[in-house]
């Protein structure tokens, strides 16, 4: 069955208004971020319980025992990517589906990875179903995609916290692509690793400061 597009009301239009005007004031320029973000319902993706809360500066609880990132997380690492319209992109934990979603309005070819064959099966419903033409598959990022031949990513991001950079993942990013991607185990750090070339000598680290992903877990889970 189809899932129906909720709705966007006014006051949500005004609230998401309010919510990239706070953005932009903590340094979100990209404005290809904030039109996205302006546009993408993020109640949409959250419990309609906790509608209240979804256009303040807050991670929400979804299915799984997962969390939707705040929407400054979501922007910041939107803005670090740093896209060109068409793009190819590799997300790493579909959870929700919103940061596909605004990946997506931002013109970018979005492919997205989820190891929970719940939050996968339900996300990709509704992605399609709500008109974000995002590719999703049901895996563990860190073997990144290991279906159908789309060839290398220019861009890759993670949202959730890996203990470590995975190299099979570095292996799918073209050369001169980037990552973005929490990496620590207590708290991440945000990095993002730009691939001048295929040794890891190669791979330009910069940082931008303290995070709190939940964990990048290895393995699918089918339950
Ligand atoms: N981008 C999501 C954030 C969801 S939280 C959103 O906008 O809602 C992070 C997600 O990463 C969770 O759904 C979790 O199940 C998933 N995840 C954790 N480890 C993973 C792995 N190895 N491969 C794929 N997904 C993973």
């Not at 060109?84 to 940061?99: C, D, K």
């Not at 996300?123 to 789309?150: A, I, P, S």
Request: net charge neutral.
């Amino acid at each position: 069955m189809k899932e129906t597009t909720p709705i966007d009301t006014f006051r949500h239009v005004g609230l998401r208004q309010k919510m990239c005007a706070n953005l932009q004031k903590n340094g979100i320029t990209d404005q290809r971020v904030l039109n996205a973000m302006q546009s993408v319902p993020r109640h949409w993706f959250i419990d309609t319980m906790l509608d209240n809360q979804a256009y303040q500066d807050r991670a929400i609880n979804i299915d799984c025992d997962q969390t939707i990132s705040r929407p400054s997380t979501v922007a910041k690492q939107s803005q670090l990517l740093d896209t060109a319209e068409g793009m190819q992109v590799l997300e790493i934990g579909t959870g929700s589906g919103y940061q596909a979603a605004v990946l997506y309005r931002m013109g970018l070819k979005v492919f997205s990875i989820e190891r929970q064959k719940q939050l996968f099966e339900q996300t990709r419903r509704r992605l399609n179903d709500w008109g974000f033409r995002v590719k999703c598959f049901l895996g563990d990022g860190y073997q990144g995609l290991t279906e159908g031949d789309y060839g290398l990513f220019d861009r890759i991001i993670i949202t959730c916290g890996a203990s470590e950079v995975p190299h099979t993942l570095m292996g799918q990013l073209k050369i001169g692509g980037r990552m973005v991607i929490p990496v620590g185990n207590e708290g991440q750090q945000m990095l993002r690793i730009t691939k001048h070339g295929d040794e890891q000598e190669q791979w330009e680290i910069e940082e931008f400061g303290q995070y709190n992903f939940v964990p990048m877990l290895k393995g699918r889970n089918f339950n």
